[in-house]
């Protein structure tokens, strides 16, 4: 037997229910810490320094990407050849 249950409610609500803490203040008080230090260090940020490193990251993981794709390639033919010679 299968039984599906929708139930429609907001996450305020669904915390409450499931007796969870509403963590939302917290949340609130972190965001607005965050923003002050990024306000307060904005000025000694180089945009140029931020930019060169994201990309750098950016460049990184997309060779690391393509690399895992190659290499899952070349296992799929390998594993397909070797089944044809059987």
């Known amino acids: 037997m299968k039984v599906t249950v929708n139930v429609e ?3 305020q609500e669904a915390r409450a229910f499931l007796g969870l803490p509403d963590v939302e203040p ?3 008080y972190m965001i607005s810490a965050m ?3 990024m306000e307060q260090n904005i000025h000694s940020m180089k945009p140029e320094e931020m930019i060169k490193n994201w990309s750098s ?3 990184t993981a997309q060779d690391q990407f393509f690399k895992l794709m ?3 390639a070349q296992a ?3 594993s397909f050849g070797a089944k ?3």
């Open 76 to 78: 799929s033919m390998n």
């Open 70 to 72: 190659q290499s899952a």
């Open 84 to 86: 044809d010679t059987k």
């Open 26 to 28: 917290l949340n609130d």
């Open 35 to 37: 923003k002050q230090r």
């Open 9 to 11: 409610c907001s996450p």
């Open 57 to 59: 990251l950016g460049v």
